[in-house]
């Protein structure tokens, strides 16, 4: 599994920006794939993940209403819209993908797929 992530930049405290992460390497119907941050000295934290067959997402509560995760089947690509942005949000942005259930992305479980990560900056 190989996942490529882009579309990190510098945005304004309140701005926008968009996320994608490219999976390929195999059919991607069973996984559930997600998103997770960190910061500069601090640990990894979960941000958002979606089940790729059902749809269904999952949100760190730092983030709802904020953000929003979703899907292009026919481009195997999960996009993370990202709104209101804050500076707490500057982080590296990690997406990641396994097929194990919805719960080990938000319990801190072990994921196995990563991709490389992409600098979020919210700065004035």
């Known amino acids: 599994v190989q996942l490529q992530a882009s579309g990190g930049g510098l945005v304004q405290p309140g701005g926008s920006l968009k996320l994608s992460c490219a999976a390929s390497g195999r059919a991607f119907s069973s996984y559930v794939m997600g998103w997770f941050r960190q910061a500069p000295g601090k640990e990894r934290e979960f941000v958002v993940a979606i089940s790729w067959s059902t749809g269904v997402t999952y949100y760190a509560d730092s983030v709802k209403g904020r953000f929003t995760i979703s899907r292009d089947n026919a481009k195997n690509t999960i996009y993370l819209q990202m709104n209101s942005l804050k500076p707490e949000d500057t982080a590296v942005y990690y997406c990641?993908?396994?097929?194990?259930?919805?719960?080990?992305?938000?319990?801190?479980?072990?994921?196995?797929?990563w991709g490389q990560g992409t600098l979020v900056t919210v700065s004035s």
């Open positions: 990641a993908a396994d097929q194990k259930a919805p719960s080990y992305f938000y319990t801190g479980g072990r994921i196995n797929y």
